[in-house]
């Protein structure tokens, strides 16, 4: 029967670290008997590849990665000590699926797809041939620069876009995706833009029926969002858009997008498949972010005005489009809903693409669809929300088709 390559390789990787591990519980069993044959001494290579301060291999981190997983080290160190040291071994899909696979934290395998971005592949000299097992040699001491994330210094030119982009691209997709979300959240400016909410109810026979339509004024200041409503069925009104009642929704312009790439929540991506959406061809990815990690709250008002809060996980696909290798849409529904809570489901969606805002391109959303159902009060509701004219201040906005 014929062995998949990439499984063997993850097979080999894991049995090498399985040996160590399985060295290291011998070794501290004889220390611990008092007898007198003494304790046997880790090889010197072994010693020598942890010790060295040059840029690491790939053998060595997945060394870091099992002194993480052994509770030797914390994660934030072991972060520390990758930025320090650099690598002299080139980020593949492989290299991060077995690290995934031999149980690298979330943050630990961001920060190694960053310090990618940061200092780029190593050089042809530098780079040390691909590993097939886990060996007990000593790491290459190749010598390059130690970079410390906190403390770059200023004086370094930035690497170019071209440079930025051609490394990327080495990156699966699913990790250009999470880079540009990520970059995104971070760029995120100071703006306004007008939303327009049309809200809707099902009736009896399971059709949606418009309910209004409100028209407000999303300011997004610091990543914060304030909402003044403008008009209420083409009308313009006084009333606070918390007063209008029913079901509501605001962009949450940065943390939609960038909450499933989130170092924090460990979020499990599957390839689901590839189609054309809105003309794009994208790659369509599943995804699941257990409760535990997931930070995401639904908040229902009672009927005398008191908040009631929950957290509960959330799963759901997002399209990534194989040309910008951004998220061109992202879908997700609400699980792990406690029974008695006011809603039972809740759904959402946002579709996103190029705005300019005073000349400058973002990746905004377009469109957003909420729908949250209670049982207990057999009711549903639908908003379809569009979002225009984003601006500056003053700015003018126009969309890159």
């Not at 858009?241 to 989130?262: I, W």
């Not at 399209?319 to 809740?346: C, N, Y």
Request: aromatic fraction near 6%; include cysteine; proline fraction near 7%.
């Amino acid at each position: 029967m014929a062995v998949h390559p990439i499984r063997l390789k993850l097979f080999l990787a894991v049995a090498g670290l399985m040996l160590l591990m399985s060295h290291a519980l011998r070794t501290t069993s004889v220390a611990r008997t008092g007898g007198a044959e003494p304790a046997p001494q880790r090889p010197r290579s072994v010693e020598a590849s942890e010790n060295q301060t040059g840029p690491l291999s790939e053998v060595a981190f997945y060394r870091l990665v099992q002194r993480v997983r052994q509770g030797q080290i914390a994660t934030d160190a072991a972060i520390r000590e990758l930025r320090q040291r650099g690598i002299a071994f080139e980020v593949t899909d492989e290299v991060l699926d077995r690290a995934r696979q031999l149980g690298a934290p979330g943050a630990l395998i961001t920060a190694l797809v960053e310090l990618t971005f940061e200092t780029g592949p190593p050089s042809p000299t530098a780079r040390p041939k691909p590993t097939r097992t886990i060996p007990s040699g000593p790491t290459p001491a190749t010598p390059g620069p130690s970079r410390d994330h906190e403390d770059m210094s200023g004086n370094e030119p930035p690497a170019s876009s071209e440079d930025e982009t051609a490394r990327l691209s080495q990156l699966p997709l699913i990790e250009q995706a999470r880079f540009h979300a990520l970059r995104s959240a971070d760029d995120l400016p100071d703006f306004i833009v007008t939303q327009t909410i049309r809200r809707m109810v099902r009736d009896g026979r399971g059709q949606w029926q418009t309910r209004d339509t409100l028209e407000t004024e999303v300011r997004v200041e610091g990543g914060r969002e304030r909402v003044e409503l403008l008009s209420i069925n083409g009308r313009t009104t006084q009333r606070r858009f918390e007063d209008v009642g029913g079901a509501t929704s605001v962009g949450d312009f940065s943390g939609q997008l960038a909450a499933p790439f989130l170092p924090s929540t460990n979020t499990r991506f599957r390839e689901a498949k590839r189609e054309r959406y809105r003309g794009r061809v994208c790659r369509v990815y599943d995804f699941v972010v257990p409760r535990a990690n997931s930070g995401y709250t639904l908040t229902v008002r009672l009927s005398d005005g008191t908040p009631q809060r929950i957290q509960v996980g959330y799963q759901g696909s997002l399209w990534v489009d194989e040309d910008t290798k951004r998220v061109l849409r992202i879908e997700h529904t609400a699980t792990d809903i406690p029974p008695g809570f006011p809603m039972s489901q809740v759904e959402s969606a946002v579709d996103y693409d190029w705005v300019t805002i005073l000349g400058k391109n973002y990746w905004m959303p377009l469109t957003a669809e909420t729908i949250q159902v209670s049982d207990a009060y057999r009711q549903a509701f639908r908003n379809v929300s569009e979002f225009r004219n984003y601006r500056k201040f003053e700015g003018d906005i126009k969309i890159i088709e």
